[in-house]
């Protein structure tokens, strides 16, 4: 699991400049480094990674939107950022828009927790969305640190 966890380290800080160039490649590239750590640490039992998978794929479709808004949202950010012109209003809207875009992560994970118990032990479910969450850190922590904070130098 350390290895994967450095390994998706180094793709989110080498591979984040590329995502611009194409959003598409990089989301399958980030997908499947998340698949390969959820499959080596979810140790399934007999028909369990079938029925996993069938329900996972639903469930990073879904997430991939909520990835590729936040992009957008970073992206403008950055634009407005370097030219300096994050307004109180601009301001405003970008907070409305990580609300938004945290809600909706949570109604979809929520939604998925129901079709992940109906596949699943409830202690497997458990040990998924665990792993689930490092994995968000990780890239969350990678992406604070490329995102430079409004008003400071850091």
Known sequence: MRFL?????????????AFAD???NSLMELNEKKKEMIANSMEFTGNQSEVFWAVYSDY??????????????????????KDNTISE?????ML??????QG???????IYLGKFQEVLPKNQVLRFY???NKVDALIGYDLAKLLPIV????
Do not use: H, W
């Open 5 to 17: 966890t450095t390994l998706l380290s180094a793709f989110l800080v080498i591979c984040m400049p």
């Open 22 to 24: 194409d959003l598409e």
């Open 60 to 81: 990073e479709k879904e997430l991939d939107s909520i990835i590729k808004d936040e992009y957008e949202l970073i992206q403008k950010y950055n634009s407005k950022y």
């Open 89 to 93: 209003q601009s301001a405003s809207n």
């Open 96 to 101: 409305a828009n990580i609300f938004r875009i």
């Open 104 to 110: 909706r992560e949570l109604q979809i994970k929520q």
């Open 130 to 132: 665990q792993i689930d």
């Open 151 to 154: 008003g400071a130098e850091i």
